[in-house]
């Protein structure tokens, strides 16, 4: 989808803040020898040079006291210290000087130059975290339509791969406010209830005008009400007027609010499957921000984002360093990083409402050069999903917008291209991910581990998040006390470990993150291993198991085979329908992955916190549960980590 944005023109800032007079401060006179040095390595393009003289410069008045006169010098000096280092790819020192430049152009009311260094300090900021993987429930808010763990995902309704895509438990819809929801359209509502999958409606307006319609009439709004209401099973959530802080004609923000609360009414009044989204692009124009049009807390029950990695911003690369500030702003380039471009997202919303990623795509081909950039692309889809549900549990839902949109100059669609396709649907393969269908809680989350962590006597997986600017390459090298245990070169670099090869106890975990420019970053962590949960059924120990019990959300899931054999039922499983089934003197039990309810005898017995999982390719169900349902009883002994069952 077209996006067209302001093109910010700051030579004249930078011309001010690097040639300010500076008459109040007595400067010594080595100060000017040193401009007239600064000045010669500026005209020679010699960075080095200028980082050394303007240093020193800035050192001299770096403890003054501060007026207009040193401010201006200060703000002048630390930017283009900041610059110099930048240009030379040592973005840890750009960092420092972009956060010291801050300050003194914020004195001086340099609000671009404040602006940009913010901005850039952010994005160039090396970033490394250890998760674990957990199948505790993640963040919730409790919103509606919300799992509590788990990301929907999937692509848009029509898409010509989504026959091909495996494991989708969500589609995206499209409608334009006034035009007639047709039977075309609504097929794709009644596959959605055939297949349980969630949906995401983008009730689309087409400008200013358009909000202005619905505030004087809310029969359009009705008919699309009427049409969703036909299909209570489906989790709809509808994004009202997308995008609006980025459109060229923006429409009046309190116009806005008022047509999103008129369509929430609506919806909430007809429609108790309908969530409503609150939807931003991922750049706003650059004067506006992502809350100039917030209807408020009461009338948005999600908030979600479009999140386009484009490989370059402006369709070409860029040539000169002024262009490479746009590129930073908007998100181009080697600035287009899901992570970093989510996180203000985040910290702006996701303390009080679920996020969604409504749109996502990656620059497969860029028309304006003939540029094909899958490799590009395939890391930035691997960063969409896998790093944004690891870093952000807020995180909820992820579409990819499967489709070209001509004449842009960006084309995202995986149809087109082959290898984005099949990375895709491997994607969706990963545990993270709701998958199959809307109710499906057969999911894993990730555990953040900087501060430490505990495992017990089992595998589990590690991963390591890895937000190096420019870098587009990482390998990861795993060490248990001083001892390589594994390594992983594709995001997010997971590891299996097997932590019974271990002493119960406290041990270190160093890990290493070797990067595209030949630096290694090392990190390092404590963690204990615990003893496995055991299980004792009618006085005696049960050994040998493949897989141990395993603690979820409060709740004692143990491996179904072991269970229901000790208690002298026949056990099978369908792996088509993901479905245990045990069968003990004419009694039939079923239980299905990711489905908290259980069924004796082809009626509902009992429904749990907890649904059957896939853990390490081993099913575990409710202990208590599994053995009630055959007239047995679960205890619990705290001393000694025990399931009882007699």
């Given at each position: 989808?077209?996006?067209?944005?302001?093109?910010?023109?700051?030579?004249?800032?930078?011309?001010?803040?690097?040639?300010?007079?500076?008459s109040a401060f007595k400067f010594p006179k080595a100060f000017f020898s040193l401009q007239e040095s600064l000045e010669a390595a500026t005209n020679a393009g010699d960075d080095r040079g200028i980082i050394e003289f303007a240093t020193k410069q800035y050192e001299m008045v770096a403890s003054a006291p501060q007026d207009s006169d040193t401010n201006a010098v200060s703000a002048a000096k630390t930017y283009m210290i900041a610059e110099a280092y930048e240009r030379l790819g040592d973005y840890e020192n750009a960092v420092i000087w972009y956060e010291r430049a801050i300050t003194p152009n914020e004195a001086m009311g340099f609000e671009d130059a404040v602006k940009i260094s913010k901005e850039k300090s952010r994005q160039f900021k090396t970033q490394i975290s250890l998760y674990k993987r957990t199948y505790n429930m993640q963040?919730?808010?409790?919103?509606?339509?919300?799992?509590?763990?788990?990301?929907?995902?999937?692509?848009?309704?029509?898409?010509?791969?989504?026959?091909?895509?495996?494991?989708?438990?969500?589609?995206?819809?499209?409608?334009?406010?006034?035009?007639?929801?047709?039977?075309?359209?609504?097929?794709?509502?009644?596959?959605?209830?055939?297949?349980?999958?969630?949906?995401?409606?983008?009730?689309?307006?087409?400008?200013?005008?358009?909000?202005?319609?619905?505030?004087?009439?809310?029969?359009?709004?009705?008919?699309?009400?009427?049409?969703?209401?036909?299909?209570?099973?489906?989790?709809?959530?509808?994004?009202?007027?997308?995008?609006?802080?980025?459109?060229?004609?923006?429409?009046?923000?309190?116009?806005?609010?008022?047509?999103?609360?008129?369509?929430?009414?609506?919806?909430?009044?007809?429609?108790?499957?309908?969530?409503?989204?609150?939807?931003?692009?991922?750049?706003?124009?650059?004067?506006?921000?992502?809350?100039?049009?917030?209807?408020?807390?009461?009338?948005?029950?999600?908030?979600?984002?479009?999140?386009?990695?484009?490989?370059?911003?402006?369709?070409?690369?860029?040539?000169?360093?002024?262009?490479?500030?746009?590129?930073?702003?908007?998100?181009?380039?080697?600035?287009?990083?899901?992570?970093?471009?989510?996180?203000?997202?985040?910290?702006?919303?996701?303390?009080?409402?679920?996020?969604?990623?409504?749109?996502?795509?990656?620059?497969?081909?860029?028309?304006?050069?003939?540029?094909?950039?899958?490799?590009?692309?395939?890391?930035?889809?691997?960063?969409?999903?896998?790093?944004?549900?690891?870093?952000?549990?807020?995180?909820?839902?992820?579409?990819?917008?499967?489709?070209?949109?001509?004449?842009?100059?960006?084309?995202?669609?995986?149809?087109?291209?082959?290898?984005?396709?099949?990375?895709?649907?491997?994607?969706?393969?990963?545990?993270?991910?709701?998958?199959?269908?809307?109710?499906?809680?057969?999911?894993?989350?990730?555990?953040?581990?900087?501060?430490?962590?505990?495992?017990?006597?089992?595998?589990?997986?590690?991963?390591?998040?890895?937000?190096?600017?420019?870098?587009?390459?990482?390998?990861?090298?795993?060490?248990?006390?001083?001892?390589?245990?594994?390594?992983?070169?594709?995001?997010?670099?997971?590891?299996?470990?097997?932590?019974?090869?271990?002493?119960?106890?406290?041990?270190?975990?160093?890990?290493?993150?070797?990067?595209?420019?030949?630096?290694?970053?090392?990190?390092?962590?404590?963690?204990?291993?615990?003893?496995?949960?055991?299980?004792?059924?009618?006085?005696?120990?049960?050994?040998?198991?493949?897989?141990?019990?395993?603690?979820?959300?409060?709740?004692?899931?143990?491996?179904?085979?072991?269970?229901?054999?000790?208690?002298?039922?026949?056990?099978?499983?369908?792996?088509?329908?993901?479905?245990?089934?045990?069968?003990?003197?004419?009694?039939?039990?079923?239980?299905?992955?990711?489905?908290?309810?259980?069924?004796?005898?082809?009626?509902?017995?009992?429904?749990?916190?907890?649904?059957?999982?896939?853990?390490?390719?081993?099913?575990?169900?409710?202990?208590?549960?599994?053995?009630?349902?055959?007239?047995?009883?679960?205890?619990?002994?705290?001393?000694?980590?025990?399931?009882?069952?007699?």
């Amino acid at each position: 989808m077209k996006r067209i944005f302001k093109t910010v023109i700051l030579a004249s800032v930078f011309a001010i803040i690097t040639s300010l007079p500076c008459s109040a401060f007595k400067f010594p006179k080595a100060f000017f020898s040193l401009q007239e040095s600064l000045e010669a390595a500026t005209n020679a393009g010699d960075d080095r040079g200028i980082i050394e003289f303007a240093t020193k410069q800035y050192e001299m008045v770096a403890s003054a006291p501060q007026d207009s006169d040193t401010n201006a010098v200060s703000a002048a000096k630390t930017y283009m210290i900041a610059e110099a280092y930048e240009r030379l790819g040592d973005y840890e020192n750009a960092v420092i000087w972009y956060e010291r430049a801050i300050t003194p152009n914020e004195a001086m009311g340099f609000e671009d130059a404040v602006k940009i260094s913010k901005e850039k300090s952010r994005q160039f900021k090396t970033q490394i975290s250890l998760y674990k993987r957990t199948y505790n429930m993640q963040h919730s808010h409790y919103a509606k339509n919300e799992h509590a763990s788990g990301v929907l995902v999937g692509t848009v309704f029509d898409s010509p791969t989504r026959k091909e895509l495996k494991n989708e438990s969500m589609m995206m819809i499209y409608h334009n406010h006034g035009n007639d929801f047709n039977q075309f359209y609504e097929g794709f509502l009644r596959e959605a209830s055939e297949k349980k999958m969630a949906v995401e409606f983008a009730y689309n307006v087409s400008g200013a005008g358009d909000i202005g319609m619905i505030n004087m009439s809310t029969q359009a709004v009705s008919d699309i009400a009427d049409v969703l209401a036909k299909y209570p099973d489906v989790p709809v959530y509808l994004r009202f007027a997308g995008e609006v802080n980025a459109w060229q004609v923006k429409p009046n923000p309190e116009e806005f609010k008022s047509a999103f609360r008129k369509v929430a009414d609506v919806m909430r009044s007809r429609c108790p499957n309908v969530a409503m989204v609150y939807g931003v692009n991922f750049v706003s124009g650059w004067d506006t921000g992502y809350s100039d049009y917030y209807p408020g807390d009461e009338y948005v029950d999600w908030v979600g984002v479009s999140l386009y990695c484009k490989k370059y911003y402006k369709g070409s690369p860029v040539t000169t360093f002024r262009e490479s500030i746009d590129e930073v702003l908007f998100c181009g380039g080697n600035s287009a990083e899901p992570v970093i471009i989510m996180d203000k997202i985040v910290a702006e919303f996701g303390d009080r409402k679920p996020i969604m990623v409504f749109e996502s795509g990656a620059t497969g081909y860029t028309r304006s050069v003939g540029e094909y950039s899958e490799d590009w692309a395939n890391r930035r889809i691997a960063k969409i999903l896998n790093y944004l549900p690891m870093k952000y549990p807020q995180i909820k839902m992820i579409g990819y917008f499967d489709q070209y949109v001509a004449p842009e100059n960006d084309n995202y669609s995986l149809k087109d291209h082959s290898a984005m396709k099949t990375y895709y649907n491997s994607q969706l393969q990963n545990s993270h991910f709701i998958q199959n269908r809307y109710d499906n809680d057969n999911v894993s989350g990730f555990e953040n581990c900087d501060n430490g962590f505990s495992v017990s006597e089992t595998v589990n997986r590690l991963s390591v998040y890895a937000g190096i600017y420019g870098s587009e390459y990482e390998k990861v090298d795993y060490f248990i006390d001083d001892t390589w245990v594994g390594a992983s070169s594709k995001i997010p670099y997971s590891v299996d470990i097997d932590f019974s090869n271990y002493a119960l106890g406290k041990h270190t975990l160093k890990y290493n993150v070797s990067d595209s420019y030949g630096k290694i970053h090392t990190r390092v962590v404590d963690f204990t291993v615990t003893e496995n949960i055991k299980i004792k059924l009618d006085g005696n120990l049960l050994s040998g198991l493949d897989q141990p019990p395993e603690v979820i959300d409060s709740r004692t899931l143990v491996p179904v085979r072991a269970i229901f054999e000790a208690v002298g039922a026949n056990v099978e499983w369908d792996g088509a329908t993901q479905t245990v089934t045990a069968t003990r003197d004419g009694d039939v039990v079923k239980m299905q992955i990711g489905d908290k309810k259980i069924y004796k005898n082809g009626t509902l017995y009992a429904e749990s916190d907890v649904s059957p999982k896939t853990i390490n390719g081993r099913t575990l169900v409710p202990a208590r549960l599994a053995a009630e349902v055959f007239g047995k009883t679960v205890g619990w002994e705290q001393s000694t980590k025990t399931v009882v069952i007699s």
